[in-house]
T-cell receptor, first 114, second 111 residues
Framework: EPEVTQTPSHQVTQMGQEVILRCVPISNHLYFYWYRQILGQKVEFLVSFYNNEISEKSEIFDDQFSVERPDGSNFTLKIRSTKLEDSAMYFC????????????FGNGTRLTVT | KNEVEQSPQNLTAQEGEFITINCSYSVGISALHWLQQHPGGGIVSLFMLSSGKKKHGRLIATINIQEKHSSLHITASHPRDSAVYICAPTQSNFGNEKLTFGTGTRLTIIP
């Protein structure tokens, strides 16, 4: 069964550094999402992306975050200048449609900012 | 802001028992997801529903939009069902967007 893949599984970076988290959604999916989960807390929505544009974003998704689909397969989340509080598990997800279509999640990238 | 409450927060049951997990939310929604998070952290989508009831194998999900309440039931529970179950409603017109996640119910099934 096709799956969403995320790389790396674990990333350690120093505060202030830029990081790029990578995701390969399922090939025929059109909608892409990023979520994050700080250790011990709820999963939080960050952003949704369709047709090379952000379609929804949360209050968390401020100017230090950006998303991109640089080619036909990858979907990336960039954090420009990481802070300690960005340490979390970041999940990518995709779906065929925006409604009535199950979400498929990747296994996540654990980001540790030191 | 949509407040999402799940109960119970933790549930331990014997193998074979019928399990019910409840989810209440404060704001009218367009759809609600039930998700399963494994101990390793991976998330699997179980259901998305906007009305009525859905069944998949031993899992059943129901939603009452007027009462702002949804339930997830597991029949004939098995140790492999042990996981955190999360409900996530959305107010977006597009059912997969801008989900608000509950804190989850940690289910442990004892053989």
């Amino acid at each position: 069964e096709p799956e969403v893949t995320q790389t790396p599984s674990h990333q350690v970076t120093q505060m202030g550094q830029e990081v790029i988290l990578r995701c390969v959604p399922i090939s025929n999916h059109l909608y892409f999402y990023w979520y994050r989960q700080i250790l011990g807390q709820k999963v939080e929505f960050l952003v949704s992306f369709y047709n090379n544009e952000i379609s929804e974003k949360s209050e968390i998704f401020d100017d230090q975050f950006s998303v991109e689909r640089p080619d036909g397969s990858n979907f990336t989340l960039k954090i420009r200048s990481t802070k300690l509080e960005d340490s979390a598990m970041y999940f990518c997800a995709s779906s065929v449609y925006a409604t009535n279509s199950p979400l498929h999640f990747g296994n996540g990238t654990r980001l540790t900012v030191t | 802001k949509n407040e999402v409450e799940q109960s119970p927060q933790n549930l331990t049951a014997q193998e074979g028992e019928f399990i019910t997990i409840n989810c209440s939310y404060s704001v009218g929604i367009s759809a609600l997801h039930w998700l399963q998070q494994h101990p390793g952290g991976g998330i699997v989508s179980l259901f998305m529903l906007s009305s009525g009831k859905k069944k998949h194998g031993r899992l059943i999900a129901t939603i009452n939009i007027q009462e702002k309440h949804s339930s997830l039931h597991i029949t004939a529970s098995h140790p492999r069902d042990s996981a955190v179950y999360i409900c996530a409603p959305t107010q977006s017109n597009f059912g997969n967007e801008k989900l608000t996640f509950g804190t989850g119910t940690r289910l442990t099934i004892i053989p």
